[in-house]
């Protein structure tokens, strides 16, 4: 079985290939209550704008408590379903690759949730999203980021499969470690009646002080880390992180 490579591997092609499940196998993922209830009380009722909105898991509640939304996402799929969705039009949305062009704003909160910072899959995107962010943040604007922490990423092996099953359908996770570039390739195969579905994805893992590293470079400062949206202290066990990055000279 072929898994995505650097050569067919698109900023969109996870996008594409996950939007007609996204919201059956995604939607009780994180904690969208909690996600929706800070970004909008960090908001102070001003300008959000979400990187890689997606289909509007988050965007969508957030801009229903009337606080201006935007959402950017590299896949015209995903797009596709939040118009569907957004009725009355309440979310500003721009089809773009988020490593090279966000929209202006300024925006007081900018924010990247569930490991969707990990799909810019060289350092190089990285540091360029980063840097869009910066120059789009008011001078009192927040960016943040959430993610898992990788726990001992070094000693973990190098290929896998996992599976679980969903309603009428079996789903196998294949995955292939890189190890020098630190880039993880993986396939998910749906096993369901009418056949198999493959969605490939792909992801370059940083780990919380390599987040900090990259931000730093961009002028971001951290100044908040929680284990969660609930605002839960991070200590050296936790395996998620939400932090908060805001302008080094502000």
């Given amino acids: 079985m072929e898994l995505p490579n650097s050569v067919n591997y698109l900023s969109s092609t996870y996008g594409d290939a996950f939007a007609d499940v996204y919201d059956d196998w995604y939607q009780q993922v994180t904690d969208v209550e909690g996600t929706v209830a800070l970004i909008s009380h960090l908001s102070q009722g001003r300008e959000v704008l979400e990187l890689g909105v997606g289909t509007g898991r988050l965007a969508l509640p957030i801009a229903s408590k009337g606080i201006p939304t935007t959402g950017v996402d590299s896949s015209s799929e ?48 990285q540091e360029q999203c980063l840097q869009l962010v910066r120059d789009r943040l ?78 730093a470079r961009q002028n971001l400062k951290l100044v908040e880390r929680w284990q969660d949206w609930q605002q839960s202290a991070f200590t050296s066990t936790s395996d998620h992180h939400v932090s908060v990055y805001a302008l080094a000279n502000s």
Wanted: charged share 20%; aromatic share 8%; net charge positive.
């Fill in 78 to 125: 995903m797009l596709r379903r939040l118009k569907a969705r957004d009725t009355s039009k309440v979310v500003k949305i721009h089809l773009a690759d988020m490593a090279e062009w966000l929209p202006v704003g300024p925006f007081k909160i900018i924010f990247c949730a569930y490991n969707t910072f990990f799909n810019l899959v060289n350092s190089a995107e």
């Fill in 138 to 215: 008011t001078p009192d604007g927040l960016f943040i980021v959430e993610a898992f922490v990788p726990s001992n990423y070094s000693l973990l092996p190098t290929r896998g499969v996992e599976s679980r099953h969903l309603a009428n359908t079996t789903v196998l996770n294949i995955t292939i470690r890189e190890k020098v570039s630190g880039i993880v390739r993986g396939q998910s195969v749906e096993l369901g009646e009418s056949g198999a579905v493959l969605r490939p994805w792909k992801i370059l893992i940083k780990t919380p002080d390599e987040l900090d590293q990259i931000a």
